[in-house]
């Protein structure tokens, strides 16, 4: 008797957990009179209807509920997992759409107004370079300079601009095969700059290529404004390094209080940011900055 009463407890909560209602009730109902009639049959409670009802219950009606409100609790269950996560991706898509609109209208306001200013002031340098007499000065070298500023910052603009109509992450930033262009944008406003490479040269990666360029970018900048001989970029390829150095005459000796300063703190964040170093130091009027960056070795 003990082994029956297992059974039927078995299959009561399968009947239950597993079946669908119509199923289910026939199960009980077809369990119900087996446990009855089995004590009926059994002689050891068949003149006691108490005991009968009372066994009836705990062999086929209990565990089939319990098996019932499993499936149901867990049903439950499965449908709250289920608007949660419908609601996060609601609530991420909303996100979504919301940074894309915020991007679209930031773009479209470096469009209208900086991107227009920016051209305008390359314009009016490019006239009035234009207007002077021929030979060299300070003013055409200086407006030359202008000129070559703006068409970088419109450059620059335009990188910004596409990546922030970019719908991923994939927006072109400029990088190491992008400083020969950067190097006749100096050359033009009339600074010589020379670049060596050294090394076998390997893929970096993409956001070191970036920094790589962005700090170039900087110490060219601070040398255009505040140099006035011949600059020297040499990129070294090392087995765990890359090493970028700027050397360039200042013309006199630099003070603590020049902008190359402001340059160089700029310069040290982003090397900071990919675990690298940097030195500078200044000899007579020549001023040099080198910025090495880690690699892993293949």
Not at 30 to 35: R, S
Not at 246 to 274: C, K, M, S, W, Y
């Amino acid at each position: 008797m003990v082994g029956n009463n297992a059974g039927i407890l078995v299959a009561g909560y399968r009947a239950g957990a597993w079946l669908r209602v119509g199923p289910a009730v026939v199960a009980l109902a077809a369990m119900l009179a087996g446990v009855g009639a089995g004590e009926l049959l059994g002689g050891g409670r068949g003149s006691n209807p108490a005991l009968i009802a009372i066994s009836m219950a705990v062999s086929a009606v209990l565990p089939w509920l319990v098996g019932r409100y499993t499936t149901a609790r867990g049903a439950y269950i499965a449908d709250l997992e289920r608007e949660a996560e419908e609601r996060r991706r609601h609530e991420a898509e909303a996100v979504r759409r919301a940074v894309l609109e915020e991007r679209e209208t930031i773009a479209r306001d470096l469009h209208d107004v900086i991107s227009h200013h920016v051209s305008a002031i390359g314009v009016h340098a490019g006239a009035a370079r234009l207007g002077l007499a021929e030979g060299d000065s300070p003013v055409r070298t200086s407006l030359g300079a202008v000129e070559s500023a703006s068409r970088s910052a419109m450059a620059d603009l335009r990188r910004l601009l596409d990546l922030l109509h970019a719908r991923g992450d994939e927006a072109a930033q400029p990088g190491l095969d992008n400083l020969d262009e950067l190097l006749d944008t100096v050359r033009a406003a009339g600074l010589p700059v020379r670049l060596t490479v050294h090394g076998d040269v390997r893929e970096v990666p993409g956001s070191l290529d970036v920094a790589l360029y962005r700090i170039a970018q900087e110490a060219l900048t601070n040398a255009l404004r505040h140099g006035t001989g011949p600059v020297e970029l040499e990129l070294d390829h090392r087995r765990t390094e890359i090493v970028l150095t700027v050397t360039n005459e200042t013309g006199r000796p630099a003070t603590p209080r020049d902008g190359a300063h402001r340059g160089l703190a700029g310069i040290r964040q982003r090397v900071t940011l990919f675990g690298g170093e940097v030195t500078y130091g200044q000899k007579d009027t020549t001023w040099q900055v080198k910025a090495g960056f880690p690699l892993e070795v293949a």
